[in-house]
């Protein structure tokens, strides 16, 4: 997610969210949880 928000500038919440409703739409796949996390394109 920290690649994520330098790159974007966007906030952690904004970023989570997003990758929120791309995850249930089944664009991104998530790996593991918490802090952790990471997420891969389907």
Known sequence: MM???RST???RNT???H???LTER??????GSGRGAW???K
């Open 39 to 41: 997420y891969a394109l």
């Open 19 to 21: 990758f929120r409703e």
């Open 3 to 5: 690649d994520a928000i």
């Open 26 to 31: 089944n664009h991104l796949e998530r790996h």
């Open 9 to 11: 500038g966007a906030s």
């Open 15 to 17: 970023l989570k969210s």
